[in-house]
């Protein structure tokens, strides 16, 4: 008799199996382990509809968690090691750990929790998920595809703010004075410029890896690179246009090959996006006048030395989440203040965490740097955001977030999804011995 192992549909012993009965069945499971990466996306764009200030019926928790519940059965089915990517997420659960700490010695705050989750939860979560669930090139070209419609949107969105056609915003919230700041600046669904533009200059460098690569080109290249320089100007913010200019010039100047003509071309494009707006009285005005702008920078020294004077006092461990922006209202003195944060993710780890936090949070951006590093199998999908042209420029993506939080409080979970979500991806490239490390500590138990 035949002994050879039963397959699906092989005949044996009491008639047929009915084969298509158990992939009817299966059926669930295979829609989950495809469905996935795009359940993750969905999630990345809740995240960018929802900012602090607006109530979306708490769609965020709701599919974060459905996510979080997805990734995990897909990487079960699948086979795959839980055991985290490294180097990051060790002193990532550690700064995660101590702020949960420090928050649940204070009075119950919705927003509080809010504020942890955007800062430490989400995007330490998603760096974790990103490995597991952009496993294949298909799934990492979805992503691709996804984050430049996300850079066509808010280019358009802040164009068309920045010549004043706002009919065409959307949605409508973005144009309501009553919630968020910078009004008068392309801020887009975020409610805050330097949030807008840090995302744009992010983006940018997917959309310029994607052209180097040849993936992208024509005149749907030529209008995503030409927009870019506009809505940049548009966000009305100094840091941005710093970082975004220097990102340019140090491309233009250190890289070879296409990467440096198209870094060159961009800056051309650049110039002339400055002529463009320039074209008009009123938009020559709000560019000049930002500027020239003095008011905030003085604000924000005096911030700086009462928030300093926080630190003083509680140098270890600090006040814990939330707690700088009312304390630092009664010590500022000459302005008029409700509230106030920081506006430097460094100082307010310093004042909410303290030496120990801050310590956690630079060596998560020096681990940031890490992840990019060319390793054995970045070349296994050379022409995918796991490529090492991609790797090429994620120390100038990284730079320009670090940069950044010099001016902002990074608390927004699209921002800091989306440089986490990348990160989670590119450590997950690890040589085989740091990926097979779970496995010979399981042999050594044993």
């Not at 008799?1 to 059926?27: D, H, I, K, Y």
């Not at 992208?216 to 290249?221: D, F, K, S, V």
């Not at 902002?408 to 690890?430: D, K």
Request: proline share 6%.
């Amino acid at each position: 008799m035949n002994t050879t192992p039963w397959q699906l549909g092989e005949p044996r012993r009491g008639g047929v199996f009915p084969s298509g009965l158990l992939t009817f069945a299966l059926r669930p499971l295979q829609v989950a382990v495809r469905m996935t990466p795009l359940l993750f996306l969905g999630t990345l764009l809740i995240f960018l509809f929802r900012p602090p200030d607006v109530d979306f019926y708490e769609l965020d928790r709701f599919g974060f968690l459905l996510l979080v519940a997805a990734c995990l059965f897909r990487a079960v089915l699948l086979r795959k090691s839980l055991w985290p990517s490294v180097p990051l997420i060790w002193p990532m659960l550690l700064l995660s750990l101590l702020a949960v700490i420090t928050t649940l010695g204070q009075p119950y705050d919705s927003q509080t929790w809010s504020l942890f989750a955007a800062k430490f939860g989400v995007p330490y979560t998603l760096y974790y998920l990103a490995g597991l669930t952009f496993d294949t090139p298909e799934s990492l070209h979805t992503l691709e595809i996804f984050l430049l419609f996300v850079l066509a949107y808010l280019s358009f969105t802040a164009i068309v703010q920045l010549w004043g056609w706002d009919a065409l915003v959307f949605p409508r919230y973005i144009l309501d004075p009553s919630i968020g700041i910078h009004l008068d600046r392309a801020r887009g669904p975020f409610l805050q410029a330097v949030a807008n533009g840090v995302t744009l200059s992010l983006l940018g460098l997917v959309a310029l890896n994607k052209v180097c690569r040849g993936q992208l080109r024509g005149a749907i290249a030529v209008l995503i690179l030409s927009a870019l320089p506009i809505a940049i100007l548009a966000t009305m913010t100094r840091a941005v246009w710093l970082s975004f200019a220097g990102s340019v010039a140090w491309l233009g100047l250190s890289q070879r090959g296409i990467l440096r003509k198209a870094s060159v071309a961009l800056i051309g494009v650049t110039a002339l996006g400055l002529l463009v707006s320039f074209s008009t009285s009123k938009s020559e005005s709000a560019l000049l006048d930002r500027a020239e702008e003095q008011g905030p920078i003085n604000i924000r020294l005096a911030v700086y030395r009462a928030a300093l004077g926080m630190a003083s006092e509680k140098p270890i461990l600090g006040w814990g989440v939330n707690q700088m922006p009312q304390e630092v209202v009664r010590r500022v003195e000459g302005y008029r203040l409700e509230a106030y944060w920081a506006h430097n993710s460094y100082l307010e780890i310093l004042v909410e965490n303290g030496i120990v936090g801050l310590a956690l949070y630079l060596s998560i951006a020096v681990g940031l740097f890490r992840v990019g590093r060319e390793k054995p199998t970045s070349n296994r999908w050379p022409g995918t955001l796991a490529g090492p042209k991609f790797r090429r420029l994620w120390p100038v993506l990284v730079c320009i977030y670090l940069f950044n939080a010099c001016f902002v409080v990074m608390n927004y979970q699209f921002v800091n999804a989306l440089v986490f979500t990348l990160a989670g991806i590119l450590a997950a490239q690890q040589p085989a011995p740091q990926r097979t490390l779970h496995a010979r500590v399981i042999a050594a138990a044993r």
